[in-house]
């Protein structure tokens, strides 16, 4: 199995999983402190003020990456670092840090890959309405401005959002993830802001920014399949596609929502939030699309249950456990429904590069003296990469894959109990260990291939 010459390799991660040192050099709180120090939000409590101590060990994470030959870092940016409340002037202390990061990666040959959002929003935008305040995507891309005018002559890729549908619909519906709000209607409206966000803040790098920039946004693209051969089942497909799907995809490279979309959920909103120039803000040109893929969905219709769901007026949906094999997330192992999503993207919509930014899997991993045996991790990377490259020779216009993550980290509301990383962490000593996949990897990244 051979690679395209230049294909990039590379590891992910987010700031607030990773990095800790919530109060140093001048950052706020976000929704993600908020929310992680409210009892009951996450697994054990944890949160992320600590995480992989990699605000101040970063020099050794990039020797890390070094050392595995990663050509590529896909990171984040903590908003509230930058801008402690979310708006006003730069905090230099908070740019320092990512120059200073930059430059390490730059020194190190390895091409850094900067998300400005992956969900740590200032907990003072969300105290004056969050994602569902029309301001936020304004304040968002001044933001934007500010990081793109700092870094924008040393970093070459750039990525406004990461997985909006989580932002909006685990954030503002099902109340899963920050702020742990429980109301549909306000979620979609916070779906259109996160996309206006996208939209304004492209226009803002693209004036700051050089012209060789590479601008996208991440969307996490679900794989829909029915799971009867029946009209119920076809339309949950159909919903359930159009709310994870078509409700990102549509505006960003179509210019318009899916009519469906705003008819199955009118009578939550009117969808009066959409004013008619937004589209074309948000359907301004990008180079190329982020995905993260992770397993497949199969729904089917049936009664679904009346609590808070991440799926606005879907209560006929039911979701079905795929058979076979799944991660430590109970998550299906199914490396087809990659193939499925780049297929649709490629083939649906207008020519635009993709880049696989995250695919990983959490395993229960065990440390032991002479390191972590994952041989479910290498196997479930094997079949994904191999989709890519079966894709890259049908076609799809697919440059890089990024594997989630480089280290383990804090899982969102499963705190540090699921293991996604390459890279092992002590949380105790802090202490890194390569897992067998990483050595692997890094024979992947040398070989460019297998
Ligand atoms: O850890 C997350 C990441 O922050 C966003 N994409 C999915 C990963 C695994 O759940």
């Not at 970063?58 to 984040?76: C, I, K, N, Q, T």
């Not at 320092?96 to 190190?108: C, F, G, M, N, S």
């Not at 040959?109 to 998300?115: D, F, G, Q, R, S």
């Amino acid at each position: 199995m051979r690679f395209p010459e230049g294909f990039v390799w590379g590891a992910a991660t987010a700031a607030y999983q990773i990095e800790g040192a919530p109060d140093v050099d001048g950052r706020g709180p976000s929704i993600w402190d908020t929310f992680s120090h409210t009892p009951g939000r996450v697994v054990n409590g944890d949160t992320g003020d600590v995480a992989a101590d990699h605000y101040r060990r970063y020099r050794d994470d990039v020797a890390l990456m070094a050392e595995m030959g990663l050509p590529a870092y896909r990171f984040s940016v903590s908003w509230p670092r930058i801008q402690p409340g979310g708006k006003g002037p730069a905090n230099q202390a908070g740019l320092d840090h990512y120059a200073r990061l930059v430059d390490e990666l730059l020194a190190k040959n390895i091409t850094p890959v900067l998300t400005l959002y992956h969900w740590d929003l200032p907990q003072e935008l969300e105290d004056s309405g969050g994602w569902g305040a029309r301001d936020t995507a304004a304040r968002f891309a001044e933001y934007a401005e500010l990081v793109g005018a700092r870094l924008g002559d040393r970093v070459p890729s750039w990525t406004t959002l990461n997985e909006p549908w989580c932002a909006a619909f685990l954030g503002y519906a099902s109340g899963e993830h920050a702020p742990g709000k429980t109301d549909p209607a306000l979620s979609l409206r916070a779906a259109h802001h996160l996309l206006l966000a996208h939209g304004l803040g492209t226009q803002a790098l693209r004036g700051v920014l050089p012209s060789t920039a590479q601008l996208s946004i991440t969307l996490n693209l679900a794989a829909v399949l029915p799971a009867a051969t029946s009209p119920g089942a076809t339309n949950a497909v159909r919903r359930i596609d159009g709310l994870a799907n078509r409700l990102f995809l549509d505006p960003l490279l179509a210019g318009h929502y899916p009519v469906d979309v705003r008819q199955d959920t009118a009578r939550l909103t009117d969808w009066s939030f959409v004013l008619p120039e937004d589209l074309p803000v948000i359907s301004t040109p990008i180079d190329f699309l982020g995905i993260n893929y992770y397993s497949p969905t199969l729904v089917d219709v049936g009664p679904g249950n009346d609590g808070p769901s991440p799926w606005p007026a879907c209560e006929n949906v039911v979701f079905v456990q795929p058979p076979g094999a799944t991660t430590a997330m109970g998550w299906a192992i199914d490396a087809q429904g990659l193939r499925n999503v780049v297929h649709r993207v490629h083939e649906q919509y207008r020519p635009i590069p993709l880049m696989i930014t995250e695919n990983g899997a959490a395993f229960d991993d065990e440390l032991g003296v002479d390191g972590v045996r994952d041989d479910e991790r290498i196997a479930y990377l094997r079949d994904h990469l191999t989709v890519v490259r079966e894709a890259i020779s049908a076609g799809v216009d697919l440059r890089g894959y990024f594997v989630w993550s480089l280290l383990d980290n804090f899982e969102w509301a499963f705190g540090y109990e699921k293991r996604f990383g390459i890279v092992h962490v002590d949380y105790r000593t802090q202490k890194r260990v390569w897992k067998d996949s990483a050595h692997w990897y890094r024979q992947v990244i040398r070989t460019n291939g297998w």
